[in-house]
């Protein structure tokens, strides 16, 4: 009735309340009713225009459950396969995005109805991740709406960079970078820690207006990524954003992949090759790459034994950032894909995500301990410089090393002459 105060007012205050007034009032009285009653059986929400759908929440979770979670659970063979992972590492994923962030906290409505567990959005999450497929694709067996699973991506996400970015989305320590020199020396390259490319991530919906900028030699809309990945496929560094149009050579003006060694904060390395000394390591890299001290490059026509034994070398050590792409790939099969969302935060959020569960995995299932050190080659133990550099003349002096074209050539002559001693006399 609060629609006809006008009405109602003059009616009441009228002198001569006539019949026909108190019926028109009650004719509109009643079709108002009439109207809100069709719109609460309809809807029963309280959004007007909102459909309920019972999906079964309670149950939904019961059967994952069953299915993949309980001591006999019916898929425990099928687990692996399906969530790229082992069902331990799976857990404490879940546990600690669980405890960073509440919405993935399992609660009750205003009339005492349980809303969805965290296992029913992190799985629904992980099934987008995994399996590239559309939101509303994990409703039927998850029981979870397009709307909320594609939240629950977002949040899920952003979480696990949260969470897990620190330890495993991070530069290599001390320790990690006598190891990593100890598998180059192993492999025939003394002071390599890893190889560097770029991978391409299509972009199906990018907006009209920005893809002229991101559109290159594929063809179409798609964002690069940089990364340097070592033998056990572990990606030490990720650089994502930049658009399709650029080539490596762009993107690594952009990367802060040598901003820690410019700036002193990343300890030199020290080792000798063919009766030269050496205090920065570097990465194998193909053509595109300029000719830096801290890149190695193969050699396009080799002439020679010598040359043609070092370039068969490098492009097969090299193919490691090919391959932690590819595996990159398999596991999380978004990153495959055409990605479907429209925001560049969201797919960053996803792209770091992806590499940071990568490296858990790798981590879990012990790939980075498979190889024995022992230091007992030929060639001496490969020590870790601790020396500070800390003023900005050292800064720039650090900035023209690493670009310095003949500490470039000569490190590839050095290398040249080691392998061949090494391996092909």
């Keep these: 009735m609060d629609r006809y105060p006008d009405i109602l007012e003059d009616i009441l205050h009228s002198d001569e309340n006539s019949d026909d007034e108190w019926d028109m009032l009650l004719a509109e009285t009643k079709r108002e009713e009439e109207s809100r009653s069709k719109r609460r059986n309809k809807h029963r929400g309280s959004v007007p225009g909102h459909r309920i759908i ?64 965290s296992l029913q959005k992190v799985t629904a999450a992980f099934r987008i991740l995994t399996y590239g497929t559309p939101a509303d694709s994990v409703d039927e067996y998850v029981r979870i709406g397009e709307s909320t699973a594609i939240e ?7 979480a696990v960079i949260a969470v897990f970015g620190d330890e495993y989305l991070r530069p290599p320590n001390n320790n990690d970078i006598a190891r990593l020199l100890a598998i180059g020396e192993q492999r025939g390259f003394p002071g390599m820690l890893g190889s560097i490319d770029c991978m391409h991530w299509k972009w199906k919906n990018c907006p009209t207006a920005w893809q002229g900028m991101y559109t290159g030699h594929c063809h179409e809309p798609t964002i690069i990524l940089e990364a340097v990945a070592s033998q056990d496929l572990w990606i030490w560094h990720a650089f994502f954003g930049l658009p399709g149009s650029l080539n490596d050579i762009n993107v690594l003006e952009r990367s802060p992949v040598f901003a820690t060694l410019t700036e002193g904060r990343d300890p030199p390395v020290n080792y000798r090759i063919n009766g030269h000394d050496y205090t920065m390591g570097y990465y194998l890299a193909d053509g595109i790459y300029p000719n830096w001290s801290t890149f190695v490059k193969t050699i396009p026509c080799p002439q020679g034994l010598k040359r043609k034994h070092y370039a068969a070398a490098q492009e097969s050590i090299r193919k490691d950032v090919e391959r932690a792409f590819g595996v990159l790939q398999a596991r999380f099969a978004i ?14 959020y996803i792209m770091k995500a992806c590499i940071i569960m990568h490296n858990m995995i790798i981590e879990d299932e012990g790939a980075t301990n498979d190889n024995d050190f022992d230091g007992s080659g030929e060639n001496p133990i490969v020590q870790v410089s601790h020396v500070h550099t800390p003023e900005f003349v050292d800064f720039i002096q650090t900035h023209h090393q690493i670009r310095s074209n003949a500490s470039h050539s000569q490190l590839q002559s050095d290398l040249i002459e080691h392998l061949w001693q090494r391996y092909g006399q």
């Design 152 to 158: 629950s991506l977002r949040r899920f996400v952003q």
């Design 54 to 117: 019972r999906r079964g929440r309670v149950e939904g979770h019961e059967r994952l459950y069953h299915d993949y979670f309980a001591p006999n659970c019916v898929y425990d063979a099928f687990f692996r396969r399906r969530f790229r992972m082992g069902r331990p590492l799976f857990l404490r994923i879940v546990n600690g995005v669980e405890q960073y962030d509440p919405y993935f906290v399992q609660t009750t409505d205003a009339i005492g109805n349980l809303g969805l567990s």
């Design 335 to 348: 990153v495959r894909g055409p990605a479907r969302f429209w925001d560049e935060e969201t797919l960053a």
